[in-house]
Protein backbone atom coordinates (compact mmCIF):
# COMPACT_ATOMS: atom_id res chain seq x y z
CA UNK A 1 0.00 0.00 0.00
CA UNK A 2 1.39 3.46 -0.59
CA UNK A 3 2.10 5.66 1.77
CA UNK A 4 -0.14 8.74 2.15
CA UNK A 5 1.09 12.42 0.78
CA UNK A 6 2.10 14.84 2.86
CA UNK A 7 -1.19 17.24 1.53
CA UNK A 8 -3.41 13.91 2.17
CA UNK A 9 -2.02 13.45 5.75
CA UNK A 10 -2.17 17.80 6.22
CA UNK A 11 -5.56 17.67 4.96
CA UNK A 12 -6.63 14.90 7.76
CA UNK A 13 -4.94 16.69 10.21
CA UNK A 14 -6.70 20.10 9.11
CA UNK A 15 -10.18 18.36 9.33
CA UNK A 16 -9.43 17.02 12.81
CA UNK A 17 -8.48 20.06 13.98
CA UNK A 18 -12.09 21.39 12.26
CA UNK A 19 -14.15 19.06 14.32
CA UNK A 20 -12.11 20.08 17.51
CA UNK A 21 -12.44 24.06 17.16
CA UNK A 22 -14.17 24.80 20.63
CA UNK A 23 -12.22 21.95 22.49
CA UNK A 24 -9.13 21.72 21.43
CA UNK A 25 -6.59 24.73 21.52
CA UNK A 26 -4.53 24.68 17.94
CA UNK A 27 -3.51 27.05 15.68
CA UNK A 28 -6.20 25.97 12.95
CA UNK A 29 -8.66 26.12 15.39
CA UNK A 30 -8.20 29.56 16.28
CA UNK A 31 -7.62 30.46 11.99
CA UNK A 32 -11.57 28.46 11.10
CA UNK A 33 -12.88 30.27 14.25
CA UNK A 34 -12.22 33.49 12.50
CA UNK A 35 -13.39 32.16 9.46
CA UNK A 36 -12.79 33.71 5.84
CA UNK A 37 -11.75 36.73 7.21
CA UNK A 38 -8.89 35.38 9.06
CA UNK A 39 -7.82 32.73 7.15
CA UNK A 40 -7.66 34.93 3.93
CA UNK A 41 -5.33 37.30 5.82
CA UNK A 42 -3.02 34.80 6.47
CA UNK A 43 -2.91 34.01 2.76
CA UNK A 44 -2.36 37.49 1.80
CA UNK A 45 0.43 38.13 4.14
CA UNK A 46 1.99 34.58 3.16
CA UNK A 47 1.64 35.40 -0.62
CA UNK A 48 3.43 38.47 -0.29
CA UNK A 49 6.21 37.03 1.94
CA UNK A 50 6.71 34.66 -1.19
CA UNK A 51 6.78 37.63 -3.32
CA UNK A 52 9.39 39.26 -1.26
CA UNK A 53 11.92 35.59 -0.63
CA UNK A 54 11.41 35.41 -4.51
CA UNK A 55 13.69 38.32 -4.99
CA UNK A 56 16.03 37.43 -2.35
CA UNK A 57 19.63 36.12 -4.11
CA UNK A 58 21.51 33.00 -3.08
CA UNK A 59 21.01 29.74 -1.41
CA UNK A 60 19.64 31.82 1.50
CA UNK A 61 16.97 33.01 -0.64
CA UNK A 62 16.11 29.73 -2.47
CA UNK A 63 15.67 28.44 1.12
CA UNK A 64 13.51 31.28 2.34
CA UNK A 65 11.34 31.00 -0.88
CA UNK A 66 11.03 27.41 0.04
CA UNK A 67 9.54 28.03 3.29
CA UNK A 68 7.30 30.58 2.36
CA UNK A 69 5.22 29.11 -0.22
CA UNK A 70 5.00 26.25 2.09
CA UNK A 71 3.28 28.43 4.08
CA UNK A 72 1.15 29.57 1.75
CA UNK A 73 -0.11 25.88 0.43
CA UNK A 74 -0.53 25.44 4.40
CA UNK A 75 -2.89 28.27 4.48
CA UNK A 76 -4.85 27.85 1.28
CA UNK A 77 -5.50 24.23 2.59
CA UNK A 78 -6.67 25.80 5.93
CA UNK A 79 -9.48 27.36 3.61
CA UNK A 80 -10.22 24.43 1.14
CA UNK A 81 -10.73 22.62 4.79
CA UNK A 82 -12.42 25.82 6.17
CA UNK A 83 -14.71 25.49 3.00
CA UNK A 84 -15.32 21.28 3.29
CA UNK A 85 -13.12 21.07 -0.11
CA UNK A 86 -9.95 18.44 -0.19
CA UNK A 87 -6.41 18.75 -1.46
CA UNK A 88 -7.75 16.63 -4.36
CA UNK A 89 -10.00 18.69 -5.19
CA UNK A 90 -6.99 21.14 -6.41
CA UNK A 91 -5.35 18.02 -7.93
CA UNK A 92 -8.27 17.03 -10.15
CA UNK A 93 -8.70 20.69 -11.06
CA UNK A 94 -4.91 20.64 -12.07
CA UNK A 95 -5.67 17.63 -13.05
CA UNK A 96 -7.95 18.86 -15.61
CA UNK A 97 -5.64 21.85 -17.08
CA UNK A 98 -3.05 19.93 -18.00
CA UNK A 99 -1.82 20.17 -21.47
CA UNK A 100 -4.21 22.74 -22.37
CA UNK A 101 -2.00 26.42 -22.68
CA UNK A 102 -2.85 28.69 -19.60
CA UNK A 103 -3.92 31.10 -22.26
CA UNK A 104 -6.60 28.76 -23.60
CA UNK A 105 -7.98 27.83 -20.40
CA UNK A 106 -8.25 31.28 -18.75
CA UNK A 107 -10.25 32.57 -21.80
CA UNK A 108 -12.54 29.67 -21.56
CA UNK A 109 -13.70 30.67 -18.04
CA UNK A 110 -16.91 32.12 -17.65
CA UNK A 111 -16.71 36.05 -16.46
CA UNK A 112 -18.14 36.35 -13.04
CA UNK A 113 -21.33 38.46 -13.13
Not at 40 to 58: L, Q, S
Not at 62 to 85: I, P, T
Amino acid sequence: MAEASVMASLMKVIEERKAQTSTKPSYVAKLMNGGVAAIGAKIIEEAAEVVEAGDEPGDAGREHLVKEVADLVFHAAVMLGYRDLDWSDVEAELHRRFGVSGLEEKASRKPKA
